[in-house]
């Protein structure tokens, strides 16, 4: 029988589990509302993992690591904007280029680091992301199991609604949403389409590598080879869930974040499910939304279509 003390448990690691993926969902927001599909977040997200976790274990100081890492997918990002949108390559073959060079570049960079592992070092606890709350919240109550969580998670909630007054209130905002729409006639408008695409497709690099930060420097306390691992990908399909709206993308990553804190609770209750099985659950829970939503989604009509100033008649 589920307690309200086992509700809480679910629901604080539903929240601790999907900040990452708001983070990185969000940040496929702001690029493919510009025109440029980004399937290169998860390469973003790992890379911003790796250097959260060797920055905050060197330094130790988290802010500084989690700014890293959002540096580290933005520059990433930018190679992906250089190859999409200045040389007009396959945006789709560009971001498996970028999945690959993130994890190989964070593998690579992990065994100079930490002598020829792939796993870096334990950030000591005192190193990580902080608590905001744990002082209010210090017994073990409903709202401390439920609130008392990382910073990462309400910087997370906080950005939905900066992306979301960017977007949809300034006129930065609806540049973006123009270009990605019909670039031609923003073009004629005087909206330099190939910028604001490329301030959108770094932004949502940053956003990635904050959302693998969020992993390395709070959710657990290192990075290794496997943290990551296909989470890139359901912050993907959360933003097509979410139909390319901050708000939208963020409901869709609390719910494959339920199926995480799902996943913890019936494994620590010595349920006889195999572990394998409940590993399973997200991806099988992407791949019933994106087979059961995404043929009824619309994104933005120029997504994926790459613009050049000479097609101005």
């Known amino acids: 029988m589920i307690n309200l003390s086992d509700i809480g448990f679910i629901l604080g690691v539903t929240l601790m589990y999907a900040a990452p993926l708001i983070f990185t969902a969000l940040g496929g927001v702001a690029s493919e509302n510009s025109g440029v599909v980004n399937i290169g977040l998860e390469g973003m997200m790992t890379i911003g993992a790796l250097i959260g976790a060797t920055v905050g274990y060197y330094l130790g100081n988290p802010w500084i690591a989690f700014l890293s890492a959002g540096i580290g997918g933005g520059i990433l990002a930018l190679l992906h904007a250089i190859a ?56 073990n109550s409903f709202l401390d199991l439920v609130f008392n969580q990382y ?72 990075f290794r080879p496997t943290l990551i691992s296909g989470q890139g990908f359901i912050a993907l399909a959360a933003m097509i869930f979410g139909k390319w709206k901050p708000q939208g993308a963020m409901l869709a990553c609390l719910l494959f974040g339920a199926a995480q804190g799902l996943i913890v609770y019936l494994g620590g209750t010595g349920a006889n499910i195999p572990t394998q099985i409940l590993a399973m659950v997200p991806y099988i829970l992407t791949l019933i939304v994106l087979t059961g939503f995404v043929g009824k989604s619309s994104g933005p009509a120029a997504n994926g279509e790459p613009y050049t100033k000479h097609d101005i008649g």
């Open 151 to 222: 910073i990462t998670v309400y910087l997370s909630f906080l950005l939905v609604l900066i992306m979301w007054f960017m977007l949809y209130k300034t006129k930065l905002g609806l540049r973006i949403r123009s270009v990605g729409e019909h670039p031609k006639a923003a073009d004629t408008l005087g909206i330099n389409v190939h910028r604001i695409r490329y301030f959108s497709v770094i932004l949502s690099g940053i956003l990635s590598g904050f959302g693998g930060a969020a992993m390395s420097l709070a959710v657990v306390s290192n």
């Open 84 to 139: 999409s949108i200045t040389f007009e390559a396959d945006q789709i073959v560009s971001g498996i280029a970028i999945n690959f060079l993130g994890s190989g570049l964070s593998l690579f960079l992990s065994r100079i680091f930490f002598e020829g592992t792939t796993m870096t070092k334990p950030i000591d606890l005192n190193h990580k992301m902080p608590r905001p709350f744990n002082e209010i919240f210090s017994n």
